[in-house]
Nanobody, 124 residues
Framework: QVQLVESGGGLVQAGGSLRLSCEATGRDFRYNAMGWFRQAPGKEREFVAAISWNGENTEYLDSVKGRFTVSRNNAKNTVYLQMNSLKPEDTAVYYC?????????????????WGQGTQVTVSS
């Protein structure tokens, strides 16, 4: 069992930066690939980034490549999403998720555990 709590969301102007954190409880965190997803009002939840259990492999949504960076610290049971050059279209509730397996995936249904989400709002 893995429980996830996101933090670090907020209101930022376009071009600004935020770092999201996702702290996990449960002894199996380090064996899980972790993903970040987002959901804007009226839209489906979409994949943003993922990182493998050991941090060696990452995946990104095309529109965030070069702006967002996913990382993890297994000693702290925490995964991060550094978001730079934010745009108004990045506005959404951001969720972290644990896959239950070590390899990354961009598919929502491949993730077993979910956090409650943190709001990110980018003003123009």
């Amino acid at each position: 069992q893995v429980q996830l709590v996101e933090s670090g969301g907020g209101l930022v102007q376009a071009g600004g930066s935020l770092r999201l954190s996702c702290e996990a409880t449960g002894r199996d965190f380090r064996y899980n690939a972790m993903g970040w997803f987002r959901q804007a009002p009226g839209k489906e939840r979409e994949f943003v980034a993922a990182i493998s259990w050991n941090g060696e492999n990452t995946e990104y949504l095309d529109s965030v490549k070069g702006r967002f960076t996913v990382s993890r610290n297994n000693a702290k049971n925490t995964v991060y999403l550094q978001m730079n050059s934010l745009k108004p279209e990045d506005t959404a509730v951001y969720y972290c998720a644990a896959r239950g397996l070590g390899s990354t995936s961009s598919k929502t249904n491949d993730y077993k555990y979910w956090g409650q989400g943190t709001q990110v709002t980018v003003s123009s």
